[in-house]
């Protein structure tokens, strides 16, 4: 354990600008459901409505929580958002334990720090130390979030301390895998795997009998029923699993040797696939992985916004000031609701498409990208390789969203013509998408050491704008700063044609300014 609190400062200096955003980031979506809930159901009669409304809508139920959390105010805060902020709080704990374990070892930094006065233990101590700092900030800042707004300070507090339990569990879990699989995506992609798992347990047991609820560690964060019960065993359910799966990393630790994991890699071929014939099937190849997994998720989450259509109506009419926040008010509900799930599911493609057009910058500062420069594949080939990836991919990740929710939505009105409807309503939000991957080719060419902060900054932006414009009352100027505020709002609104093609040859000129800025500089600074 020598070391430790060496290097736990080091990783608290390395994650002093990243850390931050993904605290801001749960905060804020607490706070700002704590705010709207309180103003939209603050009255025992408004409850009574949401409680007749919701209380046996299946679909709802799985995305949310147990009903049991309607019967106050804050249980309808903890029911609304809890299982989102569990699944931010999970990431938050997963990339800051498996950046600072396998990805060390991955990339040989571990070596070094292993070279000085550093014990065997001690980076595997100092990463869990940092992902329970970082969660029990979640705690008191949720903590704050809540109790500032008005809600019961007992209350408040189980809130806060049931996020960092889904934090600290799956921090725990991370260490186990970091010991297990030899590379960090591996890591990752268990830990990812587990997750969903853990929501889709949890969705079935609230929606049946519950007993499946209790296999899932948001289940057991949920079933503390803060404001509704205030049950505070259920923590000792994330603790346990937790002290255990550390107990088992720290056991593995000491059987492997450094930089490999339990599960040896899978031997490659002896020669090159065909399918790598060149950059454009290297890039594909090295992308597919993350495209297959954000395409299920949107398809499933667009069955599961699409499963409700039927009944949103009737909803929105018992509750008439959460209409208020459709686009178009009360004019058309259904095709509102619609335009505001799409719109959403436009921001998540916007993210994979970021995450894509940055692993450019991956490959460069890793090296990896000079191999292939070596050969006859120039620079205008190579961003274009992944730039077909991102481009292509977010088409096809909105493409699958519409598909779920047409095809969800048009089991429960018997209409199998929303299926190809919503598909290409969802497909009407893709030049938007692509204007923000451009803006991530722009900073890539041009400020390159910025361009991650830049490029999820320009995302969050456009989050803000359309979530909240109307909430925060923001400026004219401010929304129109978005391409989103640019797209027609279908199916509300008619298809215009126009305003597609001005963001399509904005998008263009920015890639075309960014490939002129990527040709100038030099690799790998």
């Known amino acids: 354990m020598t070391g430790t609190?060496?290097?736990l400062r080091f990783m608290l200096r390395r994650e002093r600008f990243g850390l931050p955003w993904w605290l801001l980031g749960a905060t804020l979506l607490v706070l700002i459901q704590s705010t709207q809930s309180q103003t939209l159901y603050g009255t025992p009669e408004a409850l009574e409505k949401l409680r007749h409304s919701i209380g046996g809508n299946t679909a709802v139920i799985a995305?949310?929580?147990?009903?049991?959390?309607?019967?106050?105010?804050?249980?309808?805060?903890v029911f609304e958002i809890l299982g989102f902020v569990s699944i931010v709080v999970a990431l938050m704990s997963m990339f800051l334990v498996g950046r600072h374990t396998r990805a060390e070892e991955e990339t040989g930094r571990a070596e070094l720090l292993r070279s000085a006065r550093v014990g065997k233990r001690a980076p595997l101590a100092a990463a869990?130390?940092?992902?329970?700092?970082?969660?029990?900030?979640?705690?008191?800042?949720?903590?704050?979030?809540?109790?500032?707004t008005g809600l019961p300070v007992g209350g408040s507090l189980l809130f806060g301390l049931a996020t960092a339990a889904v934090g600290i569990t799956f921090a725990a879990l991370t260490a186990l895998a970091a010991q297990v699989f030899e590379n960090a995506r591996a890591v990752y992609g268990a830990v990812a795997l587990v997750l969903g798992a853990a929501y889709v347990l949890r969705a079935a047991g609230d929606v049946g009998n519950g007993a499946l609820s209790w296999a899932s560690p948001i289940g057991w964060s949920q079933r503390t029923f803060p404001y509704t019960g205030d049950r505070w065993w259920p923590l000792l359910l994330a603790?346990?699993?937790?002290?255990l799966l550390v107990a088992g990393a720290v056991a593995l630790l000491g059987h492997r040797d450094f930089g490999a994991g339990l599960v040896p890699p899978r031997p490659g071929r002896p020669t090159a696939s065909p399918a790598l014939r060149n950059a454009y099937a290297l890039a594909w190849r090295l992308q597919r992985g993350s495209l297959i997994g954000w395409a299920a998720g949107l398809f499933l989450l667009g069955a599961a916004y699409g499963s409700i259509g039927d009944t949103i109506e009737q909803y929105f009419l018992d509750n008439p000031e959460v209409a208020k926040f459709l686009p178009g008010g009360t004019a058309d509900l259904v095709d509102a609701y619609l335009a505001l799930t799409v719109g959403l599911s436009a921001l998540l493609a916007a993210a994979y498409g970021v995450a894509a057009t940055l692993r450019l910058r991956g490959e460069e500062t890793s090296g990896r990208a000079e191999?292939?420069?070596a050969t006859a594949t120039g620079r205008g080939t190579w961003l274009a390789s992944h730039l077909s990836v991102s481009l292509a991919g977010s088409a096809l990740v909105l493409l699958t969203f519409g598909l779920g929710e047409g095809l969800a939505y048009g089991l429960t009105v018997?209409?199998?013509?929303?299926?190809?409807r919503l598909a290409a309503v969802a497909l009407a939000y893709l030049p938007a998408v692509w204007l923000i991957v451009a803006v991530v080719v722009l900073v890539l060419g041009w400020l390159p050491r910025a361009s991650a902060a830049l490029a999820w900054v320009a995302v969050g932006y456009c989050a803000v704008i359309a979530l909240f414009a109307d909430s925060f009352d923001l400026p004219g100027w401010s929304r129109r700063a978005s391409p989103f505020a640019h797209t027609p709002q279908v199916p509300l609104d008619n298809l215009g044609v126009a305003p597609l093609l001005v963001i399509g040859l904005v998008a263009a000129s920015l890639v075309a300014a960014g490939y002129a800025g990527l040709r100038r500089r030099d690799l790998g600074y």
Request: include cysteine.
């Open 128 to 148: 869990l130390s940092l992902a329970a700092l970082a969660n029990l900030a979640v705690a008191v800042l949720v903590f704050a979030a809540t109790a500032g």
């Open 63 to 77: 995305m949310s929580g147990p009903t049991r959390l309607l019967d106050a105010i804050g249980g309808e805060v």
């Open 414 to 420: 018997s209409d199998a013509g929303q299926i190809p």
């Open 371 to 373: 191999p292939v420069l």
């Open 239 to 243: 603790l346990c699993t937790s002290a």
């Open 5 to 7: 609190l060496g290097l």
